[in-house]
């Protein structure tokens, strides 16, 4: 997809691969889309002094920790919310131009009475994405 390196494998010590990481200041940018507060505590432990996070997900929990190494490392935290007509359109358009190229994710094509197997494998890590056609 693009990226140069991933991580977050299931089990994997995310902080302590990022502290063996490059110059072992942090990642640059951050992206989470998990929408569970523990991972936006995560994602302020990784990003570098001066980087960015960008919060995609978010869920009904309280945080509950503190947000000083926001302040700390002068973080800047931006919101991302997707869901408008605007960005759909934009989207469809990349995919219909052939600019986006969702093969190397979507790896279950189903029909609507598949829904719960596909759910339980995108949950189970046994495939990244499933999509459910009418």
């Known amino acids: 997809m693009g990226a140069d390196t991933t991580l977050g494998a299931q089990g994997e010590d995310v902080a302590e691969w990022v502290r063996n990481f490059g110059d072992g200041y942090g990642l640059d940018l951050v992206i989470d889309a998990a929408?569970?507060?523990a991972s936006l505590k995560l994602a302020l432990e990784i990003?570098?002094?001066a980087g960015q996070i960008t919060k995609v997900g978010w869920g009904p929990q309280p945080l509950g920790f503190s947000l000083d190494l926001l302040v700390q490392?002068?973080?800047t935290l931006q919101g991302s919310f997707s869901h408008n007509w605007p960005i759909w359109e934009k989207v469809l358009a990349l995919l219909a131009s052939g600019k986006?190229?969702?093969d190397p994710i979507i790896e279950r094509i189903s029909p609507l009475t598949e829904w719960r197997e596909a759910f339980e494998q995108m949950h189970s890590?046994?495939?990244v994405k499933g999509v459910l056609q009418p």
């Open 100 to 102: 986006i190229d969702l």
């Open 73 to 75: 490392k002068a973080v």
């Open 47 to 49: 990003v570098r002094p």
């Open 35 to 37: 929408g569970v507060s």
């Open 125 to 127: 890590g046994a495939i």
